[in-house]
């Protein structure tokens, strides 16, 4: 592949993106919004929750650690109720929903890519070019995942940032990042990038607008819901291990489907849609 190509594809599409309001606000907002407000929320209600209300916030948590893994029960001995409370949901809890941002940050780039290009009516000067099929597919696949990292990696500062500075007084030390934690921003993220980024490539060289590519490819977190629910309900419980073989599973999705990608994409199909 011609990596001159490349960039100028990943720097064209990166400078459009930035002009577009509709693509940068969300990945914006959700950040904020999961990675701020939430877990701030979530650390700040122990002192406003009377531990010992029956059906409490704290009566609920007791419940849910008679059911918990040797493992990570022997992480929360000796400490407080209020002390664990804080250690489950902002390391434990939060570690799914984190998965959220990047899946989201690359579906709404890559829903960008080829559906964005056909609402401005610029995809046809851009099939035209000289780069091939694979390095046309390739470009938009890297002008998704450059974003998705960049937020998620500085997603995971603030939220270190955030938790440990809300949570610091009652812990009695800092206590982000764990080694999971290292795991998932490390081997896990990309791997949900990838996912976002291959699935939305591969829509929106189907679909006619940026709208519709991005509704299409929103299914594309319930995968990552069902890992939040599991967790919820008991059934899962991250850790290193399952961080491990959650991105090892997102790994092999996206290899078979950034292939089926390379393989089946066409510039001609394209044209002739035009």
Avoid: C
């Avoid at 918990?68 to 022997?74: A, F, G, I, S, V």
């Avoid at 609402?119 to 450059?146: C, H, N, Q």
């Amino acid at each position: 592949m011609n990596t001159r190509f490349l960039r100028a594809i990943v720097r064209k599409d990166l400078l459009t993106m930035l002009q577009n309001r509709g693509v940068w606000l969300p990945i914006v907002i959700l950040p904020v919004i999961l990675l701020v407000i939430m877990p701030l929320a979530l650390i700040l209600a122990p002192t406003a929750v009377n531990v010992n209300m029956p059906g409490s916030m704290m009566q609920q948590l007791d419940l849910f650690m008679r059911n918990m893994p040797d493992t990570l029960r022997q992480q929360v001995a000796g400490l407080t109720p209020q002390q664990t409370y804080v250690l489950l949901f902002t390391v434990y809890f939060f570690a799914p929903f984190f998965l959220i941002i990047p899946l989201m940050v690359s579906s709404v780039t890559a829903a960008d890519s080829f559906a964005g290009e056909k609402e401005r009516k610029t995809l046809e000067a851009l099939l035209y070019t000289p780069a091939s099929d694979t390095e046309l597919f390739m470009g938009k696949v890297l002008t998704a995942l450059a974003p998705a990292l960049a937020v998620s990696w500085s997603s995971f500062i603030l939220y270190g940032i955030v938790v440990n500075a809300a949570g610091a007084h009652i812990m009695g030390r800092l206590f982000f990042p764990t080694t999971m934690w290292l795991a998932l921003i490390l081997w896990v993220v990309p791997a949900a990038a990838a996912l976002g980024l291959s699935v939305m490539v591969l829509v929106s060289t189907k679909v006619k607008s940026f709208q519709e590519a991005n509704q299409i490819g929103g299914m594309v977190v319930l995968p990552i819901l069902l890992l939040v629910f599991a967790q919820a309900g008991g059934l899962l419980y991250f850790s290193l291990p399952v961080a491990l073989a959650v991105g090892a599973v997102l790994w092999v999705i996206d290899a078979v489907l950034i292939f089926f990608g390379i393989k089946t994409f066409a510039r001609g199909e394209l044209i002739a849609r035009l």
